[in-house]
């Protein structure tokens, strides 16, 4: 029979409704400053080019939905074991966004676009800039609503 000890370490349902929450806030968080960056830099149109549209909104629309989706990700998978701490999660949220930098504008973006993968160019360096930027709100934002403390 497993101690009490052991079991408390596997999430119960009021741990899950934190991470849910934690990577909706996060995300939204995360893409809200990301896009602003992204309307700067007019790249929205190619996002909303994605689901057949050629409007900022549209992109900017599916770009904060596509945050909150990778945010969850982040923190329903991950978020008691890896969102332990502010540097922690900074620095997690850091290497998440490199990681869905390369998948996105990388690899998934040109794919449904019919563009070449893995081009450079100083719109994919700058979108990494983004990416990190988003991954670290991310991870702060979800460490203060995991662990409920300022």
Do not use: Q
């Amino acid at each position: 029979m497993a101690s009490t000890s052991a079991l408390s370490h596997y999430s119960t349902s009021s741990d899950l409704g934190k991470r849910v929450l934690a990577g909706a806030a996060g995300g939204l968080a995360g893409g809200i400053v990301f896009g602003m960056l992204m309307a700067m830099m007019g790249i929205l149109p190619m996002i909303a080019a994605m689901v057949g549209s050629e409007s900022a909104w549209v992109g900017f629309g599916v770009h904060l939905a596509i945050s909150v989706l990778i945010g969850l990700g982040l923190t329903v998978l991950f978020g008691n074991r890896l969102l332990t701490g502010y540097r922690r999660g900074a620095i997690v949220g850091l290497g998440y966004g490199i990681i869905w930098w390369v998948l996105g504008p990388l690899m998934i973006m040109p794919s449904m676009l019919g563009m070449p993968l893995f081009a450079l160019s100083l719109t994919t360096v700058l979108s990494l800039m983004g990416h990190m930027i988003y991954g670290a709100i991310l991870g702060l934002v979800a460490v203060r609503v995991i662990a409920g403390r300022p």
